[in-house]
């Protein structure tokens, strides 16, 4: 089994809730590690624009390519669910070796702003799901653009789009995510 | 061993109208971690401010003692002092001023911004009114202008329809209006979505291209600030050049449609408002005003919705009447999936809570005759000894010389950076400079607290018991005391009865908090009991429909007049021709305003200044929160083309000035602003260098301390300069 993420782009109001609930969950503090980032994607020129927003985690590859850079086997993916984890007692730190972040396309490995910081990052809340509760940044979406769960269920809900703007799927690593994709139309004013 | 953590349900403070539920964990008393609504639907889940409470409550800035001034005021010289010194203090300061001066001399400042019923001002405001009395303020600076246009229109403030019933609306017309930054009514931009997915068309009228504009608009129509009275007198035009006007509704519902067709057609002033004459004003082009008319005149329903922000500019109650005016004009009100044009001004139907504290009458309100600009209807808030928000540093300086109601001694100052968020500070430094006492309750060391002589370590809303009624959407909150008040900080009604104690104010209260809230909820027809209330934070009141306002009287106009002295919907309105102003005309028109692009002043300061809501603050707070300082830090928004002209790149620091003030501030270079217009989002804490330079990015060192003449703030109406630093 395989647990992944759903994004729905087009109801992302780019509110940042997600990475402040994270935080706060995850105790991570105010500083450069974040497990869960937005971008905004704006194109064009004043006053034909077009703007989304894209969220993004970790995303739990099937076949991650940070747990086959890391030389210190800290990073492993379970075998039960697919989630990808670190043991941060195993990592050596960012001052010796930041192999997982040069081989993750999608910037997933986290350090914090300590000396020799290890790697941390998404593990879409463990803790939760222990509980019967998804993740937190799927629960604190005002919008409900987000979800988590089996990437097959989620792909019986909410289709097969593997693509969406500001995202491009890897298939060499094959991430676990869907979309529901907001296209470029630009909206024009005059 | 676990260790226990308990999980205590509330409601969140801040008056954004979210009003959203919070689990807050606790551990040993200790905050550890907060969720928010996870239960049966309709959830109301909270923002990044709601989740980042832990923070701010337990921020090392964070006030934790009593403090007296020493050194110069205003130098941020503070020393730690016992409660009994710090009220001993306050109240022989309140009985000398009483004593020397009399009642209108203490002045009570700010008290909004949150939701607690009990605490905030009116224990305070009790307090002062069982003394003699007080001076206090009037004017709204989120929606003053929409405030008198509904009263004036409609003879109410509760106006508008609940947000779910967006869900029927075939168009909405988001003007000014930025619901993800704002929220403006828990769930507002998650019914946008299901509008748009369910068929709505969407149009964003903005001079910036919100995330609003961004998620849910079709269109983008960007507009100069100021100028939007004008376009909606256009689309009025055209709605009768070809007859698009529901000319049944208004002859039924309405008076006063003739005089404000003949000031439409140029027929009282001789100017035709032709989409042509509103291009010219706006910045729209005729044809886009035309086509939008069209849309909005024949989608039937269709919500225009405006938000605050047009309306926060030089004579901004005319945009709101106009608004108010076309929702008339297209058969809208009291429609579900339409719209009166208050759009997000007040819930439609009436929460019923009991009172908070007895009020007590304030002698000095009731002592003077109302304001020429206010209604019969406006209680002591219509008081012409109350001073317009925009305007109390003027009259601290100029006092009853220079035409105001008293002179002011004694300030006490609550829950309020009001320093920060009123217009022109430096006057308003001035003016703080030139009072006897100045007390303030607070919880961080804010430019206002900075100038106190006493400071008064508040405590946090989850360090006390209050209730609160949202707006919105139909839900009563409460607001569980989760820890111990940090340090030794204290609530509102501790200050004020222990103020009324060394007062000899015998008849204060003789009530425990829990007694006092209690009442409220037995006063309410719809909580069915308090512990049932207290334990879940939030009572849901089912309505079988989303509430429409004027539904009753569209439905059966006979038995149900509207509030107004005619009981129709006033676009003329005899209440506002009595006021015998030009500048407040009985049906709304376009009038320039000041500082606007026709104005000389332009020469030396080109760019129009607004000051929109930022995403990650509740106005001035949690501008010290790092979780949300780090995701968007305070900024200039200016178009490419006017940053490059001045050589401005994007992350650069320039300086922002005219004649009022000047700061330093970073640059975010974008196009998603028009040029021209440059955006200093609101609540950047003031932080002056030795030459009086703000380098917190605050736009009330620019803005200007004039009221429009209906009470309107005018945040939106300024002109600067930029150039590179």
């Known amino acids: 089994m395989q647990m992944g993420f759903y994004f729905d782009q087009t109801r992302c109001t780019g509110c940042d809730v997600c990475i402040v609930a994270c935080k706060d969950w995850n105790n991570v503090p105010a500083g450069p590690a974040s497990w869960r980032r937005v971008a905004t994607i704006e194109e064009g020129r004043f006053p034909n624009l077009f703007v989304t927003f894209l969220t993004t985690s970790c995303y739990h590859c099937s076949e991650p390519a940070c747990v086959a850079a890391c030389p210190s086997g800290a990073i492993t993916k379970r075998e039960e669910d697919g989630i990808v984890v670190v043991d941060r007692e195993k990592c050596r730190g960012r001052d010796h070796c930041d192999f997982c972040l040069q081989a993750c396309p999608y910037q997933s490995p986290q350090f914090g702003s300590e000396p020799n910081a290890k790697m941390q990052k998404c593990n879409l809340c463990l803790d939760r799901l222990e509980e019967g509760k998804k993740p937190v940044c799927v629960d604190s979406c005002p919008m409900r653009a987000l979800d988590a769960g089996p990437l097959e269920n989620l792909r019986t809900t909410y289709g097969q789009e593997s693509q969406t703007e500001g995202f491009i799927y890897s298939d060499e690593i094959k991430p676990s995510v869907i979309f529901k994709p907001k296209r470029s139309v630009v909206i024009t004013s005059r | ?725």
Not at chain 2, 185 to 196: D, H, L
Not at chain 2, 467 to 473: D, H, P, R, W, Y
Not at chain 2, 600 to 617: D, S
Not at chain 2, 681 to 687: A, I, L, M, V
Request: aromatic share 8%; charged share 20%; net charge negative.
């Open chain 2, 1 to 725: 061993m676990a260790v226990t953590e308990e999980v205590i349900n509330t409601i969140c403070l801040h008056d954004c109208g979210g009003g959203c539920l919070l689990k807050v964990h606790v551990r040993d008393g200790v905050i550890t971690r907060i969720e928010t609504d996870d239960s049966e639907e309709l959830q109301y889940r909270a923002c990044p401010k709601g989740r980042a409470h832990r923070q701010k409550m337990y921020s090392p800035d964070r006030l934790k003692y009593p403090m007296k001034r020493v050194g110069e005021r205003g130098g941020g010289k503070f020393e730690r002092v016992s409660w009994d010194e710090a009220l001993d203090k306050v109240a022989s300061e309140l009985k000398r001023v009483y004593g020397t001066y009399g009642a209108s001399a203490v002045l009570r400042l700010g008290g909004g911004g949150d939701l607690g019923q009990l605490h905030g001002a009116e224990p305070t405001n009790r307090l002062l009114s069982l003394m003699e009395g007080y001076s206090t303020t009037w004017g709204s600076a989120s929606f003053e202008g929409a405030l008198f246009a509904s009263l004036t229109t409609y003879g109410t403030t509760v106006s508008a329809n609940d947000r779910d019933d967006l869900l029927d609306s075939r168009l909405i017309i988001m003007w000014g209006l930025d619901v993800v930054s704002t929220i403006h009514g828990n769930n507002t931009r998650y019914y946008m979505a299901q509008a748009r997915e369910k068929g709505a068309r969407i149009v964003s009228i903005d001079p910036k291209y919100t995330n609003s504009t961004a998620t849910f608009a079709h269109q983008w129509i960007p507009i100069r600030p100021g100028t939007d009275t004008a376009m909606l007198l256009a689309m009025a035009y055209v709605m009768i050049k070809e007859n698009l006007q529901d000319q049944s509704f208004l002859d039924t519902y309405t008076i006063g449609f003739d005089r404000f067709k003949d000031y439409i057609l140029g027929i009282e002033d001789g100017v035709p408002k032709t989409p042509a004459w509103a291009e010219a004003i706006t910045g729209v082009s005729a044809e886009v005003i035309t086509i939008l008319t069209r849309e909005y005149a024949t989608a039937r329903p269709a919500a225009l919705m405006p938000g605050w922000s047009a309306g926060r500019t030089a004579n901004g109650e005319q945009f709101h009447r106009a608004v108010m005016v076309l929702a008339t004009m297209t058969g809208n009100v009291g429609k579900h999936g339409g719209n009166s044009g208050a759009g997000v001004y007040g819930q439609s139907y009436r929460f019923s809570l009991g009172r908070i504290l007895a009020q007590a009458r304030n002698p000095v309100d009731e002592g003077a005759p109302r304001r020429n600009n206010a209604f019969p209807t406006s209680g002591v808030i219509g008081s012409s000894s109350r001073i317009h928000n925009s305007k109390v540093w003027d009259a601290i300086l100029e006092g009853k010389a220079g035409g105001y109601p008293a002179d002011y001694k004694l300030l006490y100052v609550i829950d309020s950076n009001y320093l920060n968020q009123r217009p022109d500070i430096n006057k308003g430094i001035k003016a703080l400079k030139i009072v006897e006492f100045i007390v303030v309750q607070e919880q961080f060391m804010t430019a206002t607290a900075r100038f106190a002589d006493i400071l008064l370590p508040m405590s946090y809303f989850m360090e006390r018991n209050d209730i609160t009624a949202a707006s919105g959407l139909p839900f009563y909150g409460y607001m569980n005391k989760i820890v111990e008040p940090y340090y030794e900080t204290r609530s509102h009604l501790e200050i004020a009865s222990a103020l009324a104690e060394r007062l000899g104010i015998s008849d204060f209260n003789d009530k425990t908090e829990e007694e006092l809230l209690k009442e409220i909820v037995a006063g309410s027809r719809d909580i069915p009991d308090y512990d049932t209330l207290k334990k879940n934070a939030i009572h849901r009141v089912n309505l079988s429909e989303p509430s429409v306002a004027f539904k009753e009287q569209i439905e059966n106009p006979q038995n149900n007049p509207f509030h107004t002295p005619s009981g129709k919907i006033e676009i003329y309105s005899q209440q506002v021709a009595d006021m015998d102003d030009p500048l407040i005309p009985p049906i709304p028109k376009y009038i320039e305003t000041w500082e606007n692009l026709n104005d000389p002043l332009t020469e030396k300061y080109p760019l129009q200044l607004i000051t929109t809501h930022p995403k990650l603050r509740v106005h001035s707070q949690f501008y010290n929160v790092p979780w949300l300082t780090e995701l968007e830090s305070q900024a200039v928004i200016i178009n490419a083309s006017d940053a490059q002209v001045r050589g401005i790149k994007d992350g650069a620091h320039v300086r922002v000035f005219n004649d009022r003030g000047e700061m330093i501030i970073r640059a975010s270079v974008t196009q998603r602003i028009m040029p021209g217009v440059v955006d200093i989002p609101e609540g950047g804490w003031y932080t002056p260098d030795e030459q009086g330079i703000d380098w917190g990015g605050c736009p009330n060192v620019l803005n200007r301390d004039e009221a429009s003449p209906a009470g309107a703030f005018t945040s939106n109406t300024c002109l600067v300069q930029i150039q590179k630093a």
